[in-house]
Every structure is written in structure tokens, then in C-alpha cells.
Nanobody, 124 residues
Framework: QVQLVESGGGLVQAGGSLRLSCAAS????????MGWFRQAPGKEREFVAR????????YYPDSVKGRFTISRDNAKNTVYLQMNSLKPEDTAVYYC?????????????????WGQGTQVTVSS
């Protein structure tokens, strides 16, 4: 089992940057692909980024491609989301998630473990 704790959210002006972190417990962190999702009020949870077990492959939807970067440090059991050029529409609760499968998936219900989320608010 993996426990995930996000941090780094906050309030930022449009055009600014934030770096989210997700710390994982357990010894098997490198056995999981990791993802970031977000959920705005009244909307479904949305895929934001995914990184493979050793970090060699990353995936993004068009809405964040070129602005967000996912990375991981398996020695620190941590995955990061660097968010640049933030827009008001990026405002949401951001969640990290762990996936035991090696198949690339972007659907939230395919991920096995979730953190509690961290709020990101982008003001215009």
C-alpha cells in the first residue's frame, strides 16, 4: 500500500508558477507510475500528467502541455509537478495518484492510490 501527501499549493497570479510535491510512503515507490489530476468545483477529475516508474516517459493533455512538467525522485519517494504560465482556468484541487500498471492510462478510476489534494488558485 502507498500513502500519498501533496504539498505546495497556494494562491498565485496569472502567469506565475507553482511547484507541487507529492511524498509517498513505503518502499515500493519505484514500482508505481505516478499521475497528477485536478478537480475544479462542479467538474469531473481531470488528468494533468503522468510519469513512468523510472521517469523515462511523461504524458500530458494538450491543456497543460508546454506549461506543466512532471518529474520524480525515486530516492526521495517524491513526485513533482512544476506549473508555469498559470491561468485562472488552472484553479482546482490537485491530486497525485499511484498506478501499479505499466499500461499508460489517464482515467482516474484506473489509479490505485490517491492523496488528499492541495488547492491551487490562480487569480486574474
Amino acid at each position: 500500500q502507498v500513502q500519498l501527501v501533496e504539498s505546495g499549493g497556494g494562491l498565485v497570479q496569472a502567469g506565475g508558477s507553482l511547484r507541487l510535491s507529492c511524498a509517498a510512503s513505503g518502499r515500493s515507490f519505484s514500482s508505481y507510475a505516478m499521475g497528477w489530476f485536478r478537480q475544479a468545483p462542479g467538474k469531473e477529475r481531470e488528468f494533468v500528467a503522468r510519469i513512468s516508474r523510472v521517469g523515462g516517459n511523461t504524458y500530458y493533455p494538450d491543456s497543460v502541455k508546454g506549461r506543466f512538467t512532471i518529474s520524480r525522485d525515486n530516492a526521495k519517494n517524491t513526485v513533482y509537478l512544476q506549473m508555469n504560465s498559470l491561468k485562472p482556468e488552472d484553479t482546482a484541487v490537485y491530486y497525485c495518484a499511484a498506478d501499479r500498471s505499466i499500461v499508460v492510462v489517464t482515467a482516474a478510476d484506473k489509479y490505485d492510490y490517491w492523496g488528499q489534494g492541495t488547492q491551487v488558485t490562480v487569480s486574474s
